[in-house]
């Protein structure tokens, strides 16, 4: 079972929109409507960002979307802010360990 | 208020047992599952495994089956992450969390997570 490739950082001005992808496969990203994001501040635990692909919790900001399309997720983040900056991980479903998986997580830099 | 508290930091020598815990509240503790995850110092999240705390069903991502040993103690809300002999590869800090809908294992995700415990081992 192999993590969840994502890119090591993406990096956006203030104001501007960044998009962070997830790569998996049949077994996992491809095959449940189970991926979840997740952001984490130095020194912070992981903090729900996104569920269920495209799904906001309550408190979190509209400026985050999700979405999929065949074995890749997609996290957005539009008019980017300064707290933005942070780790960002995905997360799925995986039948092949009837677990999950973690993304290899992606540096957002503000600049 | 749904909460996970975790056991604080340990120090340990390569060889010795641990045992660090994840007490849940503000919930029905039996019916939903618990995760774990293993932080290395300045890398990504690794899943560990997972438990159900209402029939102790434990599934193990494959990197950690037979390093570590997943369990929970329905009487007092509470999950733990056991080792038998630790090594210096161990060290990183730790997390638990639930997963957030009740009773199923999918599709799901994991929200609350417990404020991390850090494990130093070291001779």
């Known amino acids: 079972q192999s993590a969840l490739t994502q890119p090591a950082s993406v990096s956006g001005s203030p104001g501007q929109s960044i998009t962070i992808s997830c790569t998996g496969a049949s077994s996992d990203v491809g095959g449940y409507n189970s991926v979840s994001w997740y952001q984490q501040h130095p020194g912070k635990a992981p903090k729900l960002m996104i569920y269920?692909?495209?799904n906001r919790p309550s408190g979190v900001s509209n400026r985050f979307s999700g979405s999929k399309s065949g074995n890749t997720a997609s996290l957005t983040i539009s008019g980017l802010q300064a707290e933005d900056e942070a780790d960002y991980y995905c997360s799925s479903y995986t039948s092949s360990s009837t677990s999950y998986v973690f993304g290899t997580g992606t540096k957002v830099t503000v600049l | 208020e749904v909460q996970l508290v975790q056991s604080g930091a340990e120090v340990k020598k390569p060889g010795e047992s641990l045992k660090i815990s994840c007490k849940g509240s503000?919930?029905?503790?039996?019916?939903?599952?618990i995760g774990w995850a293993r932080q290395m110092a300045g890398k990504g999240l690794e899943w560990m495994g997972i438990?159900?705390?209402?029939?102790?069903?434990?599934r193990y991502s494959p990197s950690f089956q037979g390093q570590v040993t997943i369990s929970a103690d329905k009487s007092i809300s509470t999950a733990y992450l056991q080792w038998s002999s630790l090594k210096a590869s161990d060290t990183a800090m730790y997390y638990c969390?639930?997963?957030?809908?009740?009773?199923?294992?999918?599709?799901?995700?994991?929200?609350?997570w417990g404020q991390g415990t850090l494990v130093t081992v070291s001779s």
């Open positions: 503000g919930y029905r503790f039996t019916n939903y599952w």
């Open positions: 438990i159900y705390p209402g029939d102790s069903d434990t």
């Open positions: 269920e692909v495209s």
């Open positions: 969390a639930r997963l957030r809908e009740y009773q199923v294992l999918y599709p799901n995700c994991f929200d609350p």
